[in-house]
């Protein structure tokens, strides 16, 4: 198990009912040693886990008691989190991992819509800005409609076709521009 780049993605719940049994077997056989890299975050988290699950106490009294015991003792935010979901589902792994994916999905979501909203702000405001620049130059530009028919993807319909005498700009096809605007 990854404890420093990649502890949000590494999964100790999956490892917590092996290592509870190792646990469990040392310490009837007269003591165990959990250890780690460094003694701080991963060997502490499962000791937390054990201490959760046989004492029937919360992450933090868990953290307290191991942090009074080893002062170094500092487990990472992604073993937390999973630690604490272990918690709410009352020892039980799998549907501490079913919380944690409904965590995910629900997080996911707030973003993909709080992303929509921003390209949408975005897209209002450059069609702001665009709307004004368009204002501003529409006296150095030649306007042109013509009818054609089949030709919008609506069917039948205008089609404009702005040309502008600005050397900063070029000829722009609305239909086939990012807005797809038919009249």
């Not at 460094?38 to 919360?58: D, E, H, N, T």
């Amino acid at each position: 198990i990854r404890d420093s780049f990649y502890s949000d993605c590494s999964n100790i719940l999956s490892c917590i009912p092996t290592t509870n049994i190792f646990i469990e077997a040392g310490i009837e056989n007269g003591g165990v040693l959990v250890h780690c890299f460094g003694g701080k975050s991963r060997s502490a988290a499962f000791v937390c886990a054990y201490m959760m699950s046989s004492l029937s106490i919360s992450f933090d009294e868990a953290y307290s008691i191991l942090k009074a015991i080893r002062p170094i003792v500092d487990i990472n935010s992604g073993f937390e989190y999973q630690l604490r979901a272990y918690y709410i589902a009352k020892c039980d792994v799998y549907l501490a991992q079913q919380l944690l994916l409904r965590c995910r999905i629900r997080n996911i979501y707030k973003l993909r819509v709080e992303q929509t909203q921003v390209q949408q702000q975005q897209q209002q405001q450059g069609l702001e800005i665009e709307t004004n620049k368009n204002q501003s130059n529409m006296m150095s530009a030649e306007v042109n409609t013509t009818a054609q028919n089949n030709t919008t993807p609506a069917g039948k319909g205008l089609f404009l076709d702005i040309t502008t005498t600005n050397n900063n700009e070029s000829k722009m096809d609305i239909e086939h521009s990012e807005y797809n605007i038919c009249l």
